[in-house]
């Protein structure tokens, strides 16, 4: 592709060889890359990628606030989101890179800051990572309303991006679509992949889009 969002990032961290992982990926394809820490584990920390066939103008990473009280029954990580402002050919375009935290507090917390972001935008905006959301769920309501999903040209509306692998889950409920990619009015969608590959936990979400002429 010629960019991509990466969630579940290692940099130096001992499980992943003390890679910088996200640079890692970028220097091998001779892609820019970007980094976003989201926890910090001892010497390393863990966070969102993004890598860009593109030059990367600028970066800003977003904390997600977390919430003030943690009551329910999940598992609860900090998050981020990771602001990178690419040219395009000339434009320059706001990417947004994030991964929602499995508490519905977290993920409120996340779209919430997701919103007012881009609103303040002036350029075209994709944003994509693991919402751990179906697309029906209310607290994504506000970015729909925002962003077109470009999930709406793939022909297959039952299908899930997470688990890759079905022997992972045998609980029909545990499986979902609940990867994204968001793009503003900027854009014309033309075709979506979800490959069934088992590379991660969760399979590739691909999509082809292209850049409007400013009017």
Known sequence: PDVCGLN????????????KMAQYLGDALGYESAFAPAVTWGLGTYGNGFISKYPIKDLEVYPIPDPPTKTEDTYYETRVILHAIVDIEGRDVDFFVTHFGLARAEAQSA?????????????PVVLMGDFN???????????FEL??????????????????????TSVPEHYGKIDYIFLSKHFK???????ALLLSDHKPYIAYAELLDEE
């Open 8 to 19: 579940e990032v290692d940099y130096k961290l001992p499980r992943s060889c003390r890679v």
């Open 111 to 123: 779209a919430d800051t997701l919103v007012e972001l881009i609103k303040r935008c002036e350029n």
């Open 133 to 143: 959301l179906r697309m029906n769920d209310p607290i994504l309501a506000p970015l």
């Open 147 to 168: 962003l077109q999903d470009t999930f709406t040209v793939y022909p297959d509306k039952d299908v899930y991006t997470y688990p890759s692998d079905p022997i992972i």
């Open 189 to 195: 969608v033309e075709s979506v992949e979800i490959p």
